[in-house]
Structures are given as structure tokens and as C-alpha cells.
């Protein structure tokens, strides 16, 4: 018997070898049948089975790694690699514990410290997380990911000046690491380091010249600093490698509103649209365009749009209201016209009420602002709000 269980170890082993898993498990199920107290062998088909990928194999890895352990509770590389794959199933909690376990044993400490990290992150126990980098990089100090990790873990706790000491180092370590240029260029922008983020992110565009997250965070930053054309440029690149990249036209169609293009705004707004019929905010956005092209009726179907797509959009109520005052006005010494112009009366008042019923009071101070003005220039669905608002 024991030549037949070698001799399926070995060819188990071939197969494994050859990334011909399926195999694998046949031959190491063999061992299993003839020796049922060898615990390397449900270790190694629970190996087999965590390379094929499927929800189902997994779950059946882990059973095996179990087996494994009840025949060996010492067996801290059946821990390390349950770990692994509890944590792919979602099974956090579980990983934890077996990393805990493999830490005990002394089990490749720094990439166990690492990936308990790792899952401590993805449950938002950010300290707990960082408690583990630290262990991890005192083993390995030149431990990029970990510096990386690390930083991400501090990032989310607000600690932004640390954090960016820690993707120094993940880059000290790593000079082609794209993500920490791209990271640390976010935690500089949140400093309101401008400059500096947009030299992060050009350097890891260039580290890979199709990166289009860099692109996108370098044009935002650009935007900030009112570099519109410099940003327009960045999303333009960005366009030509993904031309189905929505967020680019987006962002475009914003900056030519600011800079009076409304007709642009109003084809990278329809691009969006193609690509992103579900977007209030595109709707919305195109409807203000059009209103600055004077063009109220036409506008008002956009804003339409955008509230049906989000019943508490604010603005969208707010500016469909300024829309139907400026149609009214525009009828306002047509006696032809007076039903309409009372109906369109009506519903501006509605709109502005709905409006800043659903404001905040940022967006409400805005509001009254506006509506005094609107109201200075005899809009009379803006007065009667102001009336009934004590808005002077």
C-alpha cells in the first residue's frame, strides 16, 4: 500500500506541478482512500482546489484544510492558507483567527502580520490594521506593500501627514509603484497640495502612459487650481484611451460651463447621456447649459428628467422654477396668455418651495439669495415666495 500511495503523491504532485488541478485532486482523493490519516494530502488537494477558481472549490479547500488540522493542530501553513481563502469567501472573522494562529507558530511572520492587516482594513478596524504593519514592516523594514497598506490604513483615519510618509517609503522601496504616486497625489490634494499631487500623479502617468485614474485625478486637481485647460487636455487623453469614459465628458462638459461654452457643455453632456442614461446630474447639468442659451422651455424637459431620476433634487426643482418664471415674465402683458401665465406662476412657486424644503441650510442661505434678486427683477413667482418666506 505504501508504494501506491507514493506513487499517487508523486503523480499528484506532476499534475500540481503542471497546473493540471483537477488531476491533482483525483490523485491526491486516491491517497486520501487509501490513507485517510495523512494530513499532507488534504492540505495539498485543499492547495489544488484553492487554484480553481469558483466559490464552490473554495469552500471545499477550506474543508480540507480543516481535515488537515484535525490531524495536525501544529500545521501553521494549513492555517496561513486557510486564512487566505476564508478571507476570499468572505469569512473575515474566520481569517483572522487563522492568521492569529499561524502568527503563533511562527508561519512566515511578515506576510502573516501583512495579510491579518489586510483584513483587519477591509473591516474598517483601521488601528488594528496598522498594530499588524507595524509587526510586519519591524520584520521586513523594506516591505513596500506594506508601507503602502499602512499609509491607506492612516489615510482612512484622517492621519494625512503620516500617510504620506508611509507611501514615501512604499516608493523608496518601490520606484515603479503607480498606486502610491497616485495615492499620496490624493492625500496631497486633500492637503490642498495642488501642485504637489499633480507632480505625483505625472509621475505615475508616466510610470504607465494609458493610466487613466492618474489622468482623471491629475485634471481634477488641475481643475481646482482653474487650470481648465490643462484639465480639459487630461480628459481628453483619457477619452482617447477609454472613449466610453463618461466621467471625462462629464467633467468636460462642467469646466465649459464655467468657461461660458455652453454649446460644448451640452454634446459632452449628450455623450454622457448615451452612456449613462440613469444620471440625474447629467440631466440636470444640461438643463442649466440650456438655460444659458436662453432656450426655457427646452430646459425645463432636462430638468424634468433629472428630478423623475431624483425626486429630492433640490436644485433641479429650484431652476426649473427660474426656467418657468422666465417663460411667464416673457408673457407677462399678453392678456392672450394669462391662464398660462398664471398656471406657470403656480408651478414656480411650487418648484421654489419644494426646493428649499429639501435644501439644507447651506443651500438654502443660497437660495434666498437668488430669489431676492429674482425678486428685485419683478419675477413674480420669486416675490410671492419672498412674501411668504419673510425673505428681504
Not at 260 to 272: L, R, S, T, Y
Not at 373 to 391: P, R
Request: contains cysteine.
Amino acid at each position: 500500500m505504501e508504494k501506491d500511495v507514493n506513487n499517487f503523491f508523486n503523480k499528484a504532485y506532476d499534475a500540481f506541478k503542471n497546473k493540471d488541478y483537477k488531476s491533482a485532486i483525483e490523485y491526491f482523493t486516491e491517497v486520501i482512500r487509501l490513507d485517510s490519516t495523512l494530513y499532507e494530502a488534504y492540505y495539498n488537494r485543499a492547495n489544488a482546489k484553492a487554484n480553481i477558481n469558483d466559490e464552490e472549490s473554495y469552500k471545499s479547500a477550506v474543508e480540507d484544510y480543516t481535515w488537515a488540522l484535525k490531524l495536525n493542530d501544529k500545521f501553521a501553513a494549513a492555517y496561513y492558507n486557510r486564512g487566505i481563502i476564508n478571507r476570499s469567501l468572505g469569512n473575515t472573522l474566520e481569517a483572522i483567527k487563522d492568521f492569529g494562529s499561524a502568527i503563533e507558530l511562527n508561519y512566515n511572520l511578515e506576510e502573516s502580520y501583512y495579510v491579518r492587516a489586510n483584513t483587519k482594513a477591509s473591516l474598517k478596524d483601521y488601528k488594528g490594521s496598522i498594530e499588524d504593519y507595524n509587526k510586519a514592516i519591524e520584520i521586513y523594514p523594506h516591505f513596500a506593500d506594506a508601507y503602502y497598506n499602512r499609509a491607506l490604513s492612516k489615510n482612512a483615519l484622517g492621519e494625512y501627514k503620516e500617510a504620506i510618509k508611509d507611501y514615501d517609503k512604499a516608493i523608496e522601496f518601490n520606484s515603479h509603484f503607480i498606486d502610491a504616486y497616485n495615492n499620496r497625489g490624493n492625500v496631497k490634494e486633500k492637503l490642498g497640495n495642488y501642485q504637489e499631487a499633480i507632480d505625483d500623479y505625472t509621475n505615475a502617468i508616466h510610470l504607465n502612459r494609458e493610466f487613466i485614474e492618474g489622468y482623471f485625478n491629475r485634471a481634477n486637481a488641475k481643475f481646482y487650481i482653474k487650470d481648465y485647460q490643462g484639465a480639459v487636455n487630461d480628459f481628453d487623453e483619457i477619452i482617447k484611451i477609454n472613449p466610453n469614459y463618461s466621467k471625462s465628458y462629464y467633467n468636460r462638459g462642467i469646466i465649459a460651463m464655467i468657461i461660458g461654452a455652453h454649446k460644448e457643455a451640452i454634446n459632452d453632456f449628450d455623450k454622457v447621456i448615451k452612456l449613462e442614461p440613469n444620471f440625474p446630474d447629467v440631466y440636470y447639468n444640461k438643463a442649466v447649459a440650456i438655460n444659458h442659451l436662453g432656450k426655457y422651455d427646452e430646459a425645463l424637459e432636462y430638468y424634468d428628467k433629472a428630478i423623475e431620476l431624483n425626486p429630492n433634487y433640490s436644485e433641479s426643482y429650484f431652476n426649473r422654477a427660474i426656467s418657468k418664471s422666465k417663460i411667464a415674465f416673457a408673457m407677462k402683458d399678453n392678456n392672450n396668455n394669462s391662464n398660462e401665465y398664471k398656471k406657470l406662476i403656480k408651478e414656480s412657486e411650487d418648484d421654489f418651495d419644494k426646493a428649499y424644503n429639501l435644501a439644507d441650510e447651506h443651500i438654502k442661505s443660497i437660495m434666498s439669495e437668488g430669489l431676492k434678486k429674482l425678486s428685485f427683477l419683478n419675477m413674480e413667482a420669486a416675490q410671492n415666495f419672498c412674501k411668504k418666506h419673510n425673505i428681504v
